[in-house]
């Protein structure tokens, strides 16, 4: 029988669903929705579909995010819903869409993609690296202050929402691998049209949010995101102690925090919580066109080393090619010939990128003067991928 791959049709989409429906049965079938009807960057293109004859067999879904570096972006590439109905398995359509999935993003103008999975050895094949990125988990003090006036905390409202954009990009704006969001995307996204989110909370300063907190509580309390204007930085201690609170008193004592280290926020959880352990989580990321990638991050780079003065060069060498760097004290240009050369795995280049890692963790020893420049233009920083921009 004839197998096809190619990207979905409009009138196709109840069949794409039957797919994920088919492949992931723990997942509600409607969830999957929400990327043809809540992506406001959907396209028919990112949809890969595998046919054998007439019936779709398989899909995977690219989803495009813009993702700051400081004062610019990156073109993300997402991959998600991998997924093959199970009497169709291990005949290699879900590999063949993947490569598809690459092409698609060459072509696309994205910089770069990553993966939320379980099995990486199945995308290593195909270039995805793992990312080790930290997750700080502690428990919840079996003392807590009561809570502080000024700030009244309250369960999020339908008529939040720009509100709530506020301060996400007010608080993230410049952060490192922060999604760029819109209203029509958070609203999409989180399909908060058929419903508020849950397990949100505001804080009010004289009837006006200055602050959120997105903190489900289950078996443990799991804070997945904060965001506060950055004239109420207070309100982050009332917003965590409100939702400590509520899971103390649900018996719950294990706190997970997917939060930057910032220091707006690592004041606040010593306060709160003790006996810290921190553990790994694998995203996986893969390099799309890094020539591209790094001319979008020059002026991002120029900034960085102008505000220092700093000179010097370099020679990144990835496994899909070679990047020469110039600083000469106000900017950063490319140079073919710059030396000594740096080399790197995909994934120790992006994580320098968003400053996930330093120079010194680079496994190939770098010269102290290398290093101190690398330093400049890729400092460490309190970079996030919010869950709630999960895929």
Not at 46 to 58: D, L, P, S
Request: aromatic fraction near 10%.
């Amino acid at each position: 029988m004839e197998v096809t791959f190619r990207a979905i049709h409009p009138d196709e989409f109840e069949a794409c669903l039957d797919v994920w429906d088919a492949a992931f049965s723990d997942t509600p079938r409607e969830y999957f929705r929400k990327y043809f009807t809540g992506d406001p960057w959907f396209h028919p293109e990112y949809t890969r579909c595998a046919f054998e004859g007439t019936r779709m067999v398989a899909a995977v879904q690219i989803v495009r995010r813009e993702v700051r570096v400081g004062q610019v972006t990156l073109t993300l590439g997402g991959i998600a819903n991998v997924g093959t109905v199970p009497a169709y398995r291990s005949k290699g359509y879900s590999t063949q869409l993947l490569r598809d999935a690459i092409t698609v993003m060459e072509n696309d103008g994205f910089d770069f993609s990553m993966l939320f999975t379980g099995i990486h050895g199945f995308y290593a094949r195909l270039g995805w690296e793992n990312l080790p990125v930290k997750v700080m988990c502690a428990e919840i003090r079996p003392e807590l202050p009561p809570p502080e006036g000024g700030y009244r905390i309250r369960p999020l409202a339908d008529a939040d929402l720009e509100a709530l954009c506020a301060c996400y990009e007010q608080c993230n704006a410049g952060r490192s691998f922060t999604v760029v969001r819109s209203p029509a995307y958070l609203r999409g996204w989180t399909r908060w049209e058929e419903r508020t989110p849950q397990d949100v909370y505001v804080a009010e300063a004289a009837g006006k949010v200055v602050g959120y907190i997105v903190a489900p509580i289950g078996e443990s309390l799991s804070v997945t995101e904060v965001g506060w204007l950055p004239a109420y930085s207070e309100s982050v201690f009332a917003l965590m102690l409100h939702v400590a609170r509520l899971a103390a008193e649900r018996q719950v004592t294990q706190v997970r925090l997917h939060i930057p280290r910032d220091p707006a926020l690592m004041g606040v959880v010593r306060n709160l919580f003790h006996r810290f352990t921190w553990h790994e989580s694998m995203p996986m990321v893969r390099v799309i066109r890094l020539q591209p990638l790094v001319n979008k991050l020059l002026p991002e780079l120029s900034r960085r080393v102008q505000a220092v003065g700093a000179r010097g060069t370099v020679r990144l060498r990835l496994p899909s090619g070679t990047v020469g760097l110039r600083a000469s004290g106000d900017e950063v240009i490319r140079d073919a010939n710059a030396l000594p050369e740096v080399a790197m795995t995909q994934a120790q280049f992006l994580g320098l990128v968003f400053g996930l890692v330093g120079a010194e963790e680079l496994p190939e020893p770098v010269p102290t003067q290398t290093r101190a420049l690398l330093n400049v233009m890729f400092p460490r920083q309190p970079a996030i991928y919010w869950a709630w921009d999960g895929f």
